[in-house]
């Protein structure tokens, strides 16, 4: 039941009074905020999107389901008070099931200055969750049967996420401490180095460290599904050979098709599909490029997806679009310190060029995905078999096999 969520129009907070219990700030529209590029199919093509929307299920492997200030360049004081409201209205108009939020990840600087605190992170995911208990639409995801259940009642599957493990510091407890609490995915490192590993914007990158092994360990045996989407090659490489479980690489793209960090090389497709993983296909602003489609729209994005498919197999590729309700553009220029994204995007190769665009046509937020991903599926002829796989099984295979 992808269409026809069962959303009580509630909203964030609404247990409280905004000006008494909390400070209330402006903050974009859900839906409609830029112009919607739906995918052009036909009557025939648009039956059977939504026969496949009703009857399968949908899992995202990785978004960011807060909403923004109508200004972006309030978002650092928004932060600040550590209460961000979550798209309700944005999720019951899309097809998605299932979820993978990851939060406020690096500009979580509620209590700090740096982000990725053990204090910062624990009042985001503690303030969702409780934002969460008042309402019965969006569940917290604790086992794969929660997104079963979700796509039978119209609900949507919650699953909490973070893309970097630096907030552990040198405490492994603190990994029981986060599944305790409701998480089900972590990141080993977020672009930047930490006591597991290095991220993708090393000069040099030395694998795991001891420690990161054991951390690897530890999460296999708590169950939670890792994620090394933001690691250095080596690190990476290190995770899919010490995990015992699948592991994702929830949001990237190729580099053989855009040469920058924040994409990932073959071998390390490869190697993540051969134990059983799964590469999501990633469409923050100016990643997912090609020479062929050097502006970043939906067609880009899903140029690296067949690249990846032919690459690993159908098996062994679906979606985590990263995408967000509000400015993305805005919020990366508000943030590119905090984001290393200089040297994430930074090109390898000096004849690549391309456009900045105000938004990535065709997949501005996770509720225009969920619904465009399928219908350019269904234009260019993929089975129902391959949809359903791409769309939500291979996901849903690692979530059984990593989640105890």
Excluded at 63 to 89: C, K, N
Excluded at 191 to 215: C, H, M, V, W, Y
Excluded at 369 to 397: F, P
């Amino acid at each position: 039941m992808g269409i026809g969520k069962q959303w009580s129009v509630y909203r964030s907070f609404s247990y409280l009074e905004p000006g008494v219990d909390y400070r209330p700030f402006e903050l974009c529209s859900e839906l409609g905020r830029v112009p919607a590029h739906p995918v052009p199919l036909d009557a025939a093509q648009e039956a059977r999107v939504r026969e496949l929307a009703e009857r399968l299920v949908f899992v995202s492997m990785h978004e960011h389901l807060g909403v923004f200030p109508e200004d972006i360049s309030e978002t650092p004081e928004y932060v600040r008070h550590g209460r961000m409201a979550t798209a309700f209205e944005g999720l019951a108009a899309s097809w998605w099931d299932c979820v993978f939020d990851n939060l406020m990840d690096g500009i979580c600087r509620i209590h700090s200055h740096s982000g990725w605190q053990w204090d910062d992170v624990l009042h985001d995911l503690g303030m969702r969750l409780c934002d969460l208990a008042h309402q019965d639409f969006v569940i917290p995801c604790l086992r794969v049967e929660d997104v079963h259940r979700a796509h039978r009642e119209g609900k949507v599957a919650w699953v909490a996420t973070m893309e970097g493990a630096a907030m552990i510091e040198h405490d492994l407890d603190r990994i029981d401490i986060l599944h305790g609490f409701g998480l089900r995915s972590l990141g080993v490192t977020y672009s930047e180095s930490n006591a597991l590993g290095n991220g993708l914007k090393e000069d040099r990158d030395g694998g795991l460290t001891k420690f990161g092994r054991r951390a690897v360990e530890r999460m296999n045996k708590v169950g939670l599904v890792i994620d090394a989407s933001h690691c250095g090659d080596r690190t990476a490489l290190d995770t899919v050979e010490w995990s015992e479980k699948p592991i994702l690489l929830s949001h990237v793209g190729a580099q053989a098709l855009w040469n920058i960090p924040r994409l990932v090389p073959d071998r390390l497709m490869e190697a993540v599909a051969a134990k059983g993983g799964v590469i999501g296909i990633e469409a923050a602003p100016h990643t997912t490029l090609t020479r062929q489609h050097p502006v970043h729209t939906l067609e880009s994005f899903m140029e690296h997806f067949e690249y990846v498919k032919g690459l690993v197999g159908i098996d062994h590729v679906g979606f985590g679009p990263d995408t967000v309700y509000g400015d993305h553009v805005g919020l990366h220029h508000t943030y590119v310190s905090a984001l290393s994204l200089k040297d994430s995007k930074k090109s390898k190769d000096p004849t690549q060029t391309f456009d900045e665009v105000e938004y990535v046509e065709g997949l501005e937020n996770p509720t225009e995905g969920s619904t465009n991903i399928v219908r350019w599926l269904v234009r260019e002829g993929y089975s129902d078999e391959d949809i359903e796989k791409v769309m939500g099984g291979n996901a849903l295979r690692v979530m059984e096999e990593a989640w105890v």
